[in-house]
């Protein structure tokens, strides 16, 4: 946050990549975090905790969750302070999450920001409430990565036993051998028992430690098997316009602003598809594409030429490249959708073979 202006974070645990965690940021200044999959367990939970007075009907498919919660402004449930606050407490529960992983993986991505733009507030003002839940989390994270993961009985003699002889700990939770049956995340189960997450982990992570009871990693759908999606081209304006357009569509995005970055970023990061820019700098977007062909993995990967203008001679470029088809700018977000979701593998596909990326760097 102090060497760049603006961007968004993204924070993995190592142990459970299934689910990660987002932080946007602008002149020092947090303006929101959210979690990178499973938004209708989390929020579910989050607005049942902090608005119960909403009427709320969450999408199924993937969306985002500031947008989501805009709604609720935009659709006056929520008066602007009474958003704000919720803003503020949805931010602080996701900090919880990240900050309690030891040693996250981190992905830094530029001047990506949120439109509109409804909280700002210092780093030190948002942690320092919310310090001893971190510490908490933190001491639980050997044995729960995060409130996402699901328990499941391991042992029932194991299990019988320990509640036997902890009925009064456990009165609340009657219904838990029921409810550990349905194979739910930490967020749902707190849900039902209309409990806070973090002070049922606490109640559960003891039948954890005596092994009566065990967890399995969140494993959402639109995480392990969410199509990758690389935009190559400088624009801060169009990298947002694609963010926003495929993320609540269920894609995960790649931004590459500097060409010089892209075969290092794509050996990291094996995309699905690839949206190139025709004018880009130090290096026509054409002869870059020309350049990904001769990768092995990338000779058939679908590349769309992002182009400025139609001409006869940007067609006949078009061809020689090796590009599988182009779209003219300024993109409209609906035959982006389209067309990716047309060019797109089936989300049962979507995860590459690790494999291709060695060939990438071999090339």
Not at 116 to 141: G, N, R, V
Not at 175 to 190: G, P, S
Not at 193 to 203: C, E, N, Q
């Amino acid at each position: 946050m102090g060497e760049y202006p603006s961007g968004r974070v993204t924070f993995h645990n190592p142990i459970d990549q299934t689910v990660g965690w987002r932080v946007y940021f602008g002149d020092g200044q947090i303006h929101f975090a959210e979690s990178t999959a499973g938004q209708t367990e989390r929020l579910s939970y989050l607005l049942q905790q902090y608005v119960p007075q909403c009427e709320l009907t969450l999408p199924s498919e993937p969306f985002s969750d500031y947008e989501f919660l805009c709604q609720l402004w935009r659709s006056e449930q929520l008066t602007v302070p009474q958003f704000r606050d919720l803003l503020t407490l949805v931010t602080q529960e996701a900090l919880i999450q990240l900050l309690a992983i030891p040693k996250p993986k981190v992905n830094f991505e530029a001047q990506v920001q949120l439109d509109p733009l409804l909280l700002s507030s210092p780093l030190w003002k948002l942690i320092w409430p919310i310090e001893p839940h971190i510490d908490q989390w933190s001491l639980m994270h050997t044995d729960m990565s995060s409130a996402f993961q699901r328990p499941f009985i391991q042992d029932w003699d194991k299990l019988v036993y320990f509640l036997r002889y902890m009925q009064g700990t456990y009165c609340r939770l009657s219904h838990l051998t029921v409810a550990l049956k349905k194979n739910l995340c930490l967020y749902e189960l707190a849900s039902r028992f209309s409990m806070d997450v973090k002070d049922l982990a606490i109640t559960i992570h003891p039948l954890i430690k005596y092994g009566a009871v065990g967890v399995n990693p969140y494993e959402g759908v639109q995480t392990l098997n969410q199509p990758r999606v690389a935009c190559i081209d400088p624009s801060q304006a169009l990298q947002s316009l694609v963010r926003k357009t495929l993320e609540p569509a269920g894609y995960s995005m790649i931004p590459i602003v500097n060409p010089t970055k892209v075969f290092t970023t794509l050996a990291e990061q094996p995309p699905n598809l690839i949206l190139l820019g025709s004018d880009l700098p130090d290096i026509d977007g054409y002869a870059l594409c020309r350049l990904l062909r001769r990768i092995e993995f990338l000779s058939t990967l679908p590349i769309v030429i992002l182009k400025d203008r139609e001409s006869l001679i940007g067609n006949f470029r078009n061809r020689l490249c090796g590009s599988t088809t182009t779209l003219s700018k300024p993109v409209r977000p609906d035959e982006l959708r389209a067309l990716v979701q047309e060019l797109s593998p089936s989300q049962d596909d979507a995860v590459a073979n690790p494999s291709q990326s060695k060939a990438l760097i071999h090339a």
